[in-house]
Nanobody
Framework: VQLVESGGDSVQAGGSLRLSCEAS????????MGWFRQIPGQERDGVAT????????WYSDSVKGRFTVSQDNAKNTLYLQMSSLKAEDSAMYYC????????????????????????WGQGTQVTVS
């Protein structure tokens, strides 16, 4: 399984960015996929979790209403649309995948955090100033 994130950049507060996570080597449908972010010296925090091929997505309170997850199943790609960005959104953003899972597992993964995932991308940096 390979996950490749892209789209990170430096933007001003109030701006928008769209991150992409392209998955390969995995049956994309029925994947539980998550977006996480991490600041150096701190734990990796969950941003959003989605069940690919389904309609369920969960967001952390800190991004709810500002970030939106979408899927392009034809391209095996997950997106994170980030709007109204704040300085505190600055972090390395990672996507993670756990294949052949259920929507219920995804919900539990959202609650459990990074320990629920075995596959990770290399990250993409978002800086908001």
């Amino acid at each position: 399984v390979q996950l490749v994130e892209s789209g990170g950049d430096s933007v001003q507060a109030g701006g928008s960015l769209r991150l992409s996570c392209e998955a390969s080597g995995v049956t994309y449908k029925r994947c539980c996929m998550g977006w996480f972010r991490q600041i150096p010296g701190q734990e990796r925090d969950g941003v959003a979790t989605t069940f690919v091929g389904g309609t369920s997505t969960w967001y952390s309170d800190s991004v709810k209403g500002r970030f939106t997850v979408s899927q392009d199943n034809a391209k095996n790609t997950l997106y994170l649309q980030m709007s109204s960005l704040k300085a505190e959104d600055s972090a390395m953003y990672y996507c993670a995948a756990e294949p052949r899972r259920s929507s219920t597992y995804c919900y539990l993964a959202f609650k459990a955090g990074s320990e629920a995932y075995n596959y990770w991308g290399q990250g993409t940096q978002v800086t908001v100033s």
